[in-house]
């Protein structure tokens, strides 16, 4: 049996703020199922406050939601000293050049379009967290 190289867990959860139960479920399962702790926000108002209280090292972020969009909640995140660390990972149905370019010059450090393969977003949070991990050590 082949032992699966260790990935160090992150100091905090990983958060998802979406505004559709479905992704909220599916990207919560996943990570959990990958051994991470997964926190959630159902919209970008009630997200920023949680990214603000738990300082996640990365947050999935969706860009269409009620009482805030992703674009606001992501510029308010980088904008915050204390969240200097936060990584942040635009969601969106949305895949054309200039919804992505306004994704990452909002401040997101990547862009994924829906839907998305669970074995690609698993590869990616292991990549994330393994070079923030490096870059605090």
């Known amino acids: 049996m082949t032992e699966q190289p260790h990935t160090p867990r992150p100091a905090g959860p990983i958060l998802v703020i979406d505004d559709e139960p479905y992704i909220l479920r599916s990207l919560s399962y996943l990570l959990q199922r990958e051994g991470y ?3 959630t926000a ?3 108002e009630q997200g920023l406050q949680r990214v603000r ?3 996640p090292p990365l947050m999935f972020l969706d860009i269409m939601m009620p009482h805030m969009n992703g674009y606001e909640v992501c510029e308010q995140v980088k904008q915050d000293p ?7 990972i ?3 149905a949305k895949g054309q050049q200039i919804d992505r370019e306004r994704g990452l010059l909002g401040g997101a450090d990547e862009y994924m379009t829906k839907p998305f393969s669970p074995r690609e977003v698993a590869q990616r949070v292991r990549t994330i967290l ?4 490096a870059t605090a050590a």
């Open 90 to 92: 635009m969601l969106s």
């Open 130 to 133: 393994a070079e923030l991990n």
């Open 53 to 55: 209280s738990l300082h």
């Open 37 to 39: 702790a997964v926190e």
């Open 42 to 44: 159902s919209n970008g």
């Open 82 to 88: 204390s969240l200097e660390g936060t990584y942040v």
